[in-house]
Every structure is written in structure tokens, then in C-alpha cells.
């Protein structure tokens, strides 16, 4: 029997280039999105491909596949500071109802479940790096906690039909990911600067720019995930690139690769906003034999022409 994964938030950035990997694996595959923040052209590709299914379905209400699975994903939610903070509640629904209706579906299939979450779960951290058994300094009524708690909150869910249940689950919190597929109007740093380079328009800096960030390549993402997927891993894994860069780094570095001269422009810096973010990967490194292989430079020059279609078209 050929092995079948369905992925939710499949028409976004990962969940796209995650059916993409598993198809290459010879899975089939299920993709279901409601395109609230996902896009088809994402998907495109795929249009003629006769292992991939699109159900398009609001994944908080109840979804019933007939079907065998192997594995359910889910990756749908609003996932940058623009798109949570204009769909709060469909954030919180798709962290909480969309989790509950997605581990139901894997426990009557007996599938393996994995959930995205987020390096978001340790909000304005006090600790860098930061370890998967950091507890994380989350505000729960703050501008972000629509995003923040609904994986958190995902996060539990999950463990507890573990626990209760004995399903096979996984749950990778994903740090700052790049590539092509992103929209050029997600609000994300490195998007906004390829965008605004490519352009030749000043690129935004909020506050100083001396904030961190840790960018990791979409392709060495993907490679994580599959894998955690086929561990014996249970506990929560970051994954991401270690290599933390500021604010100021990455608009220098995206100038130089898009060729733009003009001075950056500088804004009040959002309230809650993290200082650092960097993920500590001992953990993947021993139990997934995984650390990240495309360097910032790298990944930005893969990802470039993607966007240059994008503003000239």
C-alpha cells in the first residue's frame, strides 16, 4: 500500500515545499488549505501531479478523509506578524480547533502526527540560545499572543493525545525560515528586504537593528522535518540555523546581493517584539544526525530570483 501524508496550510511557504519532498519521496499526497493566507499559485506545479489531492477546507471545522494515512501534518495557521495580527481569531482556531480536528484524524487512522510550532513558544526569551527545555517569557494578552499561545496551547493538545491515546507524535518548533514561495507581502524581514532591494526602496529597520534573528534555508528545513517525522523523537525539536544574525547584518548582506544603495529607514521598534532569537539544535544534531547546510549568502542567492519574478511581473 503506498504510503499517503495529508498536509494542512499546504498552498503556504513550508506546506508547499513539504508536498514537493514527500511526492520526490514517492508518498502521495492530501493537501488541505482555505487560502486565507496561502496562495495557489504555490501550488501550480502541482495542477497535473496525480499523487497530490487539494481539498480546500477550513481545517477548525471537522474533516473527514476516506482514504488510508500514514502521517498528518499540520502546518496551517497565519504565521507572520501582519497575517495573525489581522486573523487573531482564526489564528487561535486554527491552533486550537484546527489541532483537535487534525490529531482526531491521525488517532482514527492510527497515523503519526506532527505539528508545527514555533520558536515563538519562548516569546521575548532570557535565555540564548534557546533550548527546548526552556519554558519560554510569553505575554498572554500582549499583540502577539494570538499566535504565541495558540502553539503553545497546540503544543499541549498534542501531548496529551499522546499520553492519552499512545499516538505517535512529533512537534518541531521551527525557527526564522526562508526561501522562495514566501509572499512579498508577508511582513517577514527577509521577504521585506529582497522586496524593498530589488526595488531599489529603502529597506525597514524596526528599532536599532541590533535585534536577532536566526535564518534558516527552506530546503534544510524540510530535510529536518522529514526526518524528526521517522525519529523516535517525541519531545519537542527545534530546528533551525544556529548562526544568529542582527537586523543590521541582514540588511547589509540583502544590499549587497540585490545591489541597492539606499539608506535603510528606521521605525519605532513593535511592542513585544524578541531581542534575540537563536535556536539551540544539540538535540536534533544527536538524535536526527541534522544541522543546516546552506549558509545566509547562499540562501539568499537561491532565493532571489524568485522575487525578482515577482516585482517584474
Not at 173 to 183: A, L, S, V
Not at 239 to 246: A, C, F, I, T, W
Amino acid at each position: 500500500m503506498a504510503k499517503r501524508v495529508l498536509i494542512t496550510g499546504v498552498a503556504g511557504f513550508l506546506g508547499s515545499h513539504l508536498a514537493d519532498r514527500f511526492l520526490a519521496d514517492g508518498w502521495e499526497v492530501v493537501g488541505v488549505d482555505n487560502f486565507a493566507t496561502g496562495t495557489p499559485r504555490n501550488l501550480r506545479h502541482l495542477e497535473c501531479e496525480s499523487r497530490f489531492d487539494l481539498v480546500e477546507h477550513d481545517i477548525s471545522k471537522p474533516l473527514f478523509v476516506d482514504v488510508p494515512l500514514t502521517g498528518v501534518l499540520h502546518f496551517a495557521s497565519p504565521a507572520s506578524p501582519i497575517d495573525y495580527a489581522e486573523l487573531p481569531i482564526q489564528t487561535l482556531k486554527v491552533g486550537g480547533l484546527g489541532t483537535h480536528n487534525t490529531l482526531g484524524l491521525a488517532h482514527r487512522h492510527g497515523a503519526r502526527y506532527l505539528l508545527a510550532s514555533t520558536s515563538e513558544v519562548y516569546g521575548d526569551p532570557q535565555v540564548n540560545p534557546q533550548p527546548e527545555e526552556y519554558w519560554g517569557n510569553v505575554n498572554p494578552v500582549g499583540p502577539r499572543s494570538m499566535y504565541d499561545e495558540a502553539k503553545r496551547y497546540a503544543e499541549a493538545m498534542t501531548v496529551a493525545y499522546r499520553r492519552a491515546h499512545g499516538m505517535e507524535t512529533r512537534i518541531v518548533r521551527i525557527f526564522n525560515t526562508y526561501g522562495p514561495r514566501m509572499r512579498p507581502d508577508d511582513g517577514r524581514v527577509v521577504s521585506n528586504f529582497i522586496v524593498q532591494g530589488l526595488k531599489g526602496e529603502p529597506m525597514t529597520i524596526y528599532g536599532a537593528g541590533t535585534q536577532t534573528r536566526s535564518f534558516c534555508y527552506v530546503d534544510d528545513l524540510v530535510e529536518g522535518i522529514v526526518r524528526l517525522l521517522h525519529s523516535v523523537r517525541t519531545a519537542p525539536t527545534n530546528l533551525g540555523n544556529p548562526e544568529e544574525r542582527s537586523m543590521l547584518d541582514l540588511a547589509a548582506l540583502v544590499m549587497e546581493e540585490t545591489g541597492s544603495s539606499a539608506s535603510p529607514v528606521f521605525r519605532p521598534l513593535p511592542p513585544d517584539d524578541p531581542t534575540v532569537r537563536c535556536p539551540d539544535i544539540g538535540a536534533a544534531r544527536r538524535e536526527l544526525e541534522w544541522t543546516p547546510t546552506v549558509g545566509l549568502r547562499e540562501g539568499i542567492r537561491r532565493t532571489m530570483p524568485y522575487f525578482r519574478g515577482l516585482v517584474a511581473g
